[in-house]
């Protein structure tokens, strides 16, 4: 789960270094495939994401280097293939504030804010272009949700860690052995001042 200023309970960004590396598009493509499929060789990775296999099994190895990423030799059938994981604790919070003391490094966090924004938001109108041709249960699934209300930003933060429990409850809820046909899904929140 990577998520820009999440629960208390998720690890902190510990460098610049991590949040460079998570960042990049392609590897956060390879965190987000890991979230999903638990494993996965790094042939399949590269067909998943249309990409090279010599340019997953770099990004692969950065990611190695920060603890998002972690090889499973577990799993591989022969010596040739490489199966990889994301690591147990590749779930972290952060916020540009943590960087305030260093101007370069703070100049980095926005980038990645930026980036973690566009993601989002690119998701989202993916998703737009094709509801029309999904399943009626997916477009009524779907949703949206916005309030305006006042609050301390302790309240606010309160909300978040209420949120956040709630979709961990949720994840840990889903039966994935139950048979039925299931599809990745994407969540995302934002709580911030705004004016009316």
């Known amino acids: 789960m990577l998520n820009h200023g999440d629960a208390p309970s998720v690890l902190g960004m510990t460098s610049i270094e991590t949040l460079r590396a998570v ?97 989002q938001f690119g998701k989202l109108v993916a998703w737009k272009r094709r509801a029309d041709r999904a399943a009626t249960e997916w477009r009524t699934a779907a949703f949206s949700s916005s309030t305006t209300t006042q609050a301390t930003a302790a309240e606010l933060d309160h909300l978040q860690e209420l949120l956040n429990a709630t979709t961990r409850d949720w994840i840990a809820a889903i039966d994935g052995d139950d048979g039925q046909q299931r599809e990745p899904v994407f969540v995302f929140t934002h709580g911030f001042p705004s004016q009316p």
């Open 23 to 119: 960042y990049h598009p392609t590897r956060r493509r390879i965190i987000d495939y890991l979230g999903i499929h638990e494993a996965s060789q790094v042939t399949e990775l590269a067909a998943a994401l249309d990409e090279q296999v010599g340019s997953i099994s770099h990004h692969l190895r950065m990611l190695e280097r920060v603890g998002m990423v972690e090889r499973a030799p577990e799993l591989a059938t022969d010596g040739r293939t490489s199966w990889w994981r994301a690591s147990a604790d590749s779930s972290f919070s952060w916020s540009v504030e943590e960087f305030d003391d260093r101007p370069a490094d703070r100049m980095q966090a926005k980038a990645a804010e930026k980036l973690n924004i566009d993601h």
